[in-house]
């Protein structure tokens, strides 16, 4: 095993047989192994976070803010400054078994969303999944292959992975409801920064009924699906700066170069997307000879004190 507590590596066929994980409000899930990585087969549906506290509720509540210097009436969802859920359209009968429930970006950014040993995934896992799985199929391959809860025509649905994906819809910033049917939008734990300090969001992804490919999006303040991933070290990736360059160029092809000197004397490790270890060094320099790589798409980890980096490479 290697990338302990981020990616679990299997040989053999694209998913494994389905384990379980439960929650702290004992819901159980099923769970698959993708080529290097497991996750969740069902969407969380969590109302607690993984120390027992209660994440709040938030429905069609409106309330009252400031702009400028005039009052204005807005929906809670807009402007509420913590984590909170809410099932789609308000009806937690409904909705909350097959599709969970939709988080805002607090929730997700609270690093215990998910069960222990479980966390949020970067943008970076969902580019391993859909790599994996052939980026421009990779939707269908992903999403449950009938139409009980996606609309027609659910293109190239197959559910071969064995990830199950749902159409559960999403909330927008303003607390309408919207797509459920038509588009599962998932959280990722990937802060985006628009090229300023502050950050405005977390990235996403969505899969659509018409698309047998994955969507990668930024920008929204709604609430949305989570999957879970395992691992055990998601608060020192999460907290990196999804923005940051740590080397260039990126595509390659002798030379990595790395963009800030605090990182030296850190270990870089570059994996295959098999999972297999490729180079493994202590960086002592400014630049890491990848020349007798292949060409294609790795997986870079570097470890430095108190912080663990994953990127994704391409070597020309």
């Known amino acids: 095993m290697v990338f302990t507590g981020i990616i679990l590596f299997l040989s053999g066929s694209a998913a494994s047989k389905a384990q379980t994980i439960a929650d702290i409000d004992g819901n159980v899930y099923k769970t698959v192994t993708i080529g290097t ?3 969740m087969a069902e969407n969380l ?15 069609d509540t409106m309330v009252v803010i400031i702009v400028g210097r005039r009052p204005a009436r807005v929906p809670l969802w807009m402007v509420v400054g913590s984590g909170a859920y809410c099932w ?18 607090n ?8 069960p222990t040993g479980w966390y949020v995934p970067g943008i970076d896992e969902w580019t391993i999944l859909t790599n994996y799985l052939g980026d421009s199929v990779a939707g269908g391959k992903l999403k449950e292959n009938d139409t009980t809860h996606w609309h027609s025509p659910n293109t190239a649905a197959t559910n071969e992975s064995g990830f199950t994906a749902l159409p559960g819809g999403y909330r927008d910033g303003n607390g309408v409801y919207q797509d459920i049917g038509y588009q599962g939008v998932f959280w990722s734990s990937t802060i985006y920064y628009a090229g300023g300090r502050a950050p405005r969001t977390n990235k996403y992804v969505s899969i659509s009924c018409d698309s047998s490919s ?10 949305f699906s989570v999957r879970c991933i395992r691992g055990d ?28 000197n605090n990182y030296t004397n850190a270990e870089i490790m570059i994996y295959d997307l098999q999972g297999k ?20 798409i790795y997986i870079v980890k570097l470890v430095c004190p108190g912080k663990i980096i994953i990127k994704k490479l391409i070597k020309e």
């Open 233 to 260: 070290v998601a608060s020192s990736i999460n907290n990196v700066n999804s923005e940051e360059v740590i080397f260039y160029p990126n595509p390659a092809t002798d030379r990595l170069y790395l963009k800030n």
């Open 88 to 105: 789609y359209n308000n009806n937690l009968t409904a909705y909350k078994n097959v599709y969970g429930a939709l988080y805002n970006r």
């Open 37 to 39: 990585q497991t996750w």
């Open 45 to 59: 549906k969590t109302t607690k976070y993984n120390d027992s506290t209660s994440i709040p509720l938030v429905a």
């Open 277 to 296: 270890k490729v180079l493994d060094r202590k960086l002592d320099s400014e630049s890491i000879d990848i020349s007798n790589l292949n060409k294609g």
């Open 107 to 114: 929730a997700v950014n609270s690093k215990m969303l998910c």
């Open 214 to 223: 994955v969507e990668y999006a930024k920008g929204s303040p709604g609430g």
